[in-house]
């Protein structure tokens, strides 16, 4: 495993919720809260509906529009079906005037 750039600082913090980036050829959404950086793979494993497009997020969990599914954030996993897989999660850090991911 690597850190890879993903964005910078201040294209994170202007995106509400989500800033939409790509991960070794994975779209994947990064997302702030609770004082830190969080990043899950942009799509929902029941349906495939992309989180960027078709989510919320309510206090640290990810709620799909497409059909109800809920994650934590944090870690991807589910909290509310229909979903019955976790999304992945990506570990993320600043460095710099950067945000950096894991992948």
């Given amino acids: 495993?690597?850190?890879q750039p993903i964005?910078?600082?201040?294209?994170?913090?202007?995106?509400?919720?989500?800033?939409?980036?790509?991960?070794?050829?994975?779209?994947?959404v990064i997302a702030a809260f609770g004082g830190g950086w969080f990043a899950v793979?942009?799509?929902?494993?029941?349906?495939?509906?992309?989180f960027s497009e078709e989510a919320s997020l309510e206090d640290g969990v990810i709620v799909c529009n497409c059909h109800g599914s809920e994650f934590d954030l944090r870690t991807g996993e589910v909290i509310r079906g229909?979903?019955?897989?976790?999304?992945r999660a990506y570990a993320v850090r600043e460095a710099g005037d950067r945000l950096e991911v894991e992948a």
Wanted: aromatic letters at 4%; a negative charge.
């Fill in 82 to 87: 229909p979903a019955e897989d976790a999304v």
């Fill in 41 to 50: 793979a942009d799509a929902c494993t029941h349906a495939g509906c992309p």
């Fill in 1 to 3: 495993m690597r850190w």
């Fill in 7 to 28: 964005a910078a600082l201040t294209d994170a913090l202007a995106a509400r919720p989500w800033l939409a980036v790509d991960v070794e050829g994975s779209p994947v």
